[in-house]
């Protein structure tokens, strides 16, 4: 037990409200420079507009301190901890809820959550927070949180193909996810796709894989070539940004793979919004 | 290209019928905002036979749930939600007298008609800027159902809030008219 470190509760949500309030004001470099590239990209004039009305927003809000979106979504909040770690004074899912609402309401964000499906009320807060944790190795603890606005999600598709549809039915619903958002998703997109696993585990392998700096390719060869694949069909389709025509409908593909069943190949596609928001701190 | 101006509410739906899908268009007056919840209050009290909460009689509709008003600005971020999630109470609100809606995405064919139906439009402003369009809103009223909190409706004053004609007033469709141009995909 010696070996153990321990992190307050406190700590966790001190943090947690700060990124809460970064993630939704900042729009993080990565995307920026998408942007940037995309609007020099774009062959459409509207479409190259809108996108740099999309960089001149994200300069705004960072500059006065607004939501770059008034959806602040569902705040997704990974959260990896050290197997070293001992958190202290209280429950986890405590602290990164309180750190939710603590960011959300002292930064006038939007609270989006009902607290029931149906005859709900809003929570006013935007908790409780979809809190993803695992064991790793050491004696630290990450959290990254991610605000997922509805559109995008709203957009986004999981199936269970089988052996016989192979790479290029995995590309086919991939493509067609993204032609059925249409608008409404608010492209140009950034494409989190899982592959493998089950059908519950695909789901959060797609939404991991936004969690990674637009277009840094997957460390395996083979997964990159899908990547590319995937992200040239979806930009013949004409979408364009906010879906008024043009060239750049998604800024990139992202593919997370995973072992799967023999019988099997589950299928994710969660779809990430232009307004790629993102805050990570490392205690 | 030019942008036209048109004041809201709209006195003359005429006007409408001069604009064309993929027209820029600034708003300035008054706009009404409704999303889901409240979509589905009005639905309700129309199903009733109650009477509405508000006059729609030339309304156009903002599709938004604003973030909270931070000190000293009226209002929050406030962009444009999806609205095909409205699309099955639209047709009665265009009964009911609204002569346009903002939003963003595709909107139904049962949407399309009854906007031809009506001779009304459908906006969209640009998703994902809230905070560029929350500039040109200069105050927000509570109107009804303030219970629903961000979902409740407000009345925004607005001053050339820009937007652009998605489907106008014979069902031309931006969303179709501008991908044909660069599809090379079906």
């Known amino acids: 037990m010696e070996n153990l470190r321990p992190i307050p509760v406190q700590d966790i949500t001190r943090e947690v409200a700060r990124l ?33 009305a999309i960089l001149d927003n994200a300069a705004y809000a960072q500059e006065a301190g607004l939501a770059l979106c008034q959806d602040g979504g569902v705040t997704i909040v990974f959260v990896d901890i050290g197997e070293h770690v001992h958190i202290t004074g209280g429950l986890l899912s405590d602290a990164v809820n309180q ?48 605000p997922k606005g509805g559109g995008a999600d709203n957009g986004s598709r999981l199936t269970m193909l089988i052996p016989a549809d192979g790479w ?9 996810t993204v032609k059925r958002a249409g608008a409404s998703s608010c492209p140009p997109l950034i494409v989190g796709v899982g592959i493998g696993a089950t059908f519950d585990s695909v789901g959060e392998l797609a939404k991991r894989a936004l969690l990674r700096d637009v277009g840094t390719g997957h460390p395996d060869p083979m997964v990159v070539q899908w990547e590319k694949e995937c992200l040239e069909e979806i930009n013949r389709l004409g979408i364009g940004p906010q879906g008024y025509g043009g060239t750049v409908t998604a800024l990139a593909v992202h593919i997370e793979i995973a072992p799967r069943h023999i019988a099997s190949i589950p299928v994710a596609v969660n779809l990430q919004c232009h307004s790629a928001r993102k805050g990570v701190s490392i205690l | 290209m030019t942008v036209k101006t048109i004041t809201c509410p709209i006195e003359d739906p005429n006007e409408l019928r001069e604009l064309n899908a993929g027209d820029q268009v600034a708003l300035s007056g008054r706009l009404l905002t409704a999303r889901d919840a409240a979509h589905q209050a009005l639905h309700q009290l129309l199903q009733d036979g109650r009477p509405l909460p508000v006059n729609l009689k030339g309304q156009v509709l903002y599709y938004v749930g604003p973030a909270p008003a931070p000190p000293g600005l009226p209002i929050g971020s406030a962009g444009p939600t999806t609205a095909s999630r409205m699309d099955v109470y639209t047709p009665e609100l265009l009964d009911q007298g609204i002569v346009a809606t903002i939003g963003k995405g595709q909107r139904s064919s049962a949407v399309k008609s009854a906007l031809i139906a009506h001779g009304a439009v459908y906006f969209g402003a640009v998703g994902g800027i809230g905070a560029l369009l929350a500039r040109h809103i200069r105050s927000a009223t509570p109107v009804a159902f303030e219970d629903l909190g961000p979902e409740a409706m407000y009345e925004l004053e607005v001053d050339h809030f820009p937007v652009i004609v998605l489907v106008d007033c014979s069902g031309g469709d931006l969303y179709e008219l501008g991908p044909s141009a660069y599809r090379t995909r079906l």
């Open chain 1, 168 to 176: 290029p039915g995995v590309r086919e619903f991939v493509v067609d």
């Open chain 1, 99 to 146: 750190g939710v609402a603590q960011g959300y309401s002292q930064s006038f964000l939007r609270g989006s959550i009902l607290d029931r499906p149906f005859g709900g009320r809003n929570t006013g807060n935007n908790t409780p927070a979809i809190i993803h944790t695992r064991i790793v190795p050491g004696n630290r603890l990450t959290i990254t949180v991610l």
């Open chain 1, 20 to 52: 809460c309030r970064e993630a939704n004001t900042v729009l993080p470099d990565d995307v920026r420079s998408a942007l940037n590239q995309a609007a020099r990209l774009e062959r459409s004039a509207i479409g190259r507009d809108t996108l740099h």
